[in-house]
């Protein structure tokens, strides 16, 4: 289990340090709690995002151990090293904007046709209570061809998720490469 320490000081010069020795910044945030700034062991963290099963998932912050969902990040733009996260608790009954990820099944007839699948939405915002969120949102890409796209109003879950983006924002989309 991920495990977090308290911050004792936000300051930039604290946030230096921890930094220094290899610590990730965060804070931890939800309905009707107080906030919590913590810091994790970097590599910890990532190994813990990347094996985990769910979006929520557990961290122990002193002696009481919470559900979180990564709701944000900052990294550094030119390294991509992780700066800062934000983690909300994933409430049982509360309704709150989940981003769930984008999972793709399927050889695109497009890749023959030498074309090049752009995935312009990775994550999909969605308006539900933890016990309803899906995993991921799958999307079979077998049919998709050079000059073709899936939109949000394309995709099956749009009947049962409160889907946070417009009808016409693309998903992915094939276009011919040069």
Do not use: C, W
């Amino acid at each position: 289990m991920l495990e977090a320490i308290i911050r004792e000081s936000i300051g930039k010069k604290a946030t230096k340090a921890l930094r220094q020795d290899g610590y990730l910044i965060g804070n931890i945030y939800g309905k009707g709690l107080q906030n919590l700034y913590v810091a994790f062991k970097m590599n910890d963290y990532i190994r813990a995002v990347k094996s985990k099963e769910t979006i929520a998932f557990d961290i122990k912050v002193g002696n009481e151990v919470l559900k979180v969902v990564v709701q944000d990040y900052q990294s550094e733009p030119v390294t991509g090293k992780l700066l800062h996260v934000d983690l909300m608790v994933a409430q049982a009954d509360v309704v709150a904007v989940y981003h769930v990820p984008v999972k793709t099944v399927g050889t695109p007839v497009g890749l023959k046709n030498k074309g090049v699948m752009i995935v312009s939405t990775n994550r999909v915002p969605v308006k539900t209570s933890i016990e309803k969120l899906p995993n991921n949102i799958t999307i079979d890409v077998s049919n998709v061809d050079v000059g073709s796209a899936i939109l949000v109003r394309d995709l099956p879950e749009r009947q049962t998720l409160d889907i946070r983006l417009s009808d016409r924002v693309a998903i992915l989309s094939m276009i011919k490469a040069n």
